[in-house]
């Protein structure tokens, strides 16, 4: 079955920082995964997804993040922080099965500091 | 504009009621889902529909109830039966729930803020 563990509940960064936020997987089938984000009181926007044609994938806002299966890995990474990046950061895997869900990670929230 | 449609916004509920959450969804999609979501706890799986008039239990179902009438409407019921209903809930559409494709991706409403008073 798969999963998903997001290492750190809360990130706080400075303004012009790196942001790095940590997803961890589990499938026994090849994955497919996703970042999602969520301003407060809105819905999930996703922010990049990993579907096998490259190990580096870059998204919207600047953000990228990078499949490792060595260590079945999908982090998500900013050069450099900016405000509006502050928000919950979702991490997804698709299900084994051929329903479409996701499952997701707990979340992590990012705070950005001028 | 296409996108998916949640009301109401927000809604207060008194312990004992049933109430139904709307999503509506003009993207032409086939596939449907409802998740829950709470503080540190992510999304949970209430329902999902592959198609119209079929969906299945998710990982969370008991207390609510859900219908497929249309393709564009997946309406949520949480019934007096669910014992915690007080929580952010997300709609999510996608273009097909028949595939193994990772670029079958979730679009998501904007949510409805559910609390029982």
């Known amino acids: 079955a798969q999963s998903v563990t997001q290492l750190g509940s809360h990130v706080s960064v400075s303004e012009g920082a790196l942001v790095l936020l940590r997803c961890n997987y589990s499938?026994?089938?090849?994955?497919?995964l996703f970042w999602y984000v969520q301003y407060p009181n809105q819905g999930l926007q996703l922010l990049l997804k990993?579907?096998?044609?490259?190990?580096l994938v870059k998204g919207i806002n600047g953000f990228e993040a990078e499949f490792k299966k060595s260590e079945t890995s999908f982090h998500l990474t900013k050069p450099s922080a900016h405000m509006s990046d502050a928000a919950e950061y979702f991490c997804?895997?698709?299900?084994?099965?051929?329903?479409?869900?996701?499952?997701f990670g707990q979340g992590t929230t990012l705070q950005v500091k001028p | 504009d296409g996108g998916i449609t949640q009301s109401p916004k927000y809604l207060f509920r008194k312990e004992g009621q049933n109430v139904t959450l709307s999503c509506e969804q003009n993207l032409n999609h086939d596939a449907m889902y409802w998740y829950r979501q709470d503080p540190g706890q992510g999304l949970r799986l209430i329902y999902y529909?592959?198609?119209?008039?079929?969906?299945q239990k998710g990982d969370i179902a008991e207390g609510y109830s859900v219908s497929r009438e249309k393709k564009e409407s997946f309406p949520l019921t949480v019934t007096s039966a669910q014992k915690n209903p007080t929580a952010f809930y997300l709609c999510a559409s996608a273009l097909t729930g028949n595939s193994f494709s990772g670029a079958n991706v979730l679009t998501f409403g904007a949510g409805s803020r559910l609390t029982v008073l």
């Open positions: 997804a895997v698709k299900g084994s099965s051929n329903t479409g869900k996701l499952i």
């Open positions: 529909s592959q198609i119209v008039n079929d969906f």
């Open positions: 990993y579907t096998s044609a490259a190990t």
């Open positions: 499938s026994s089938v090849p994955p497919y």
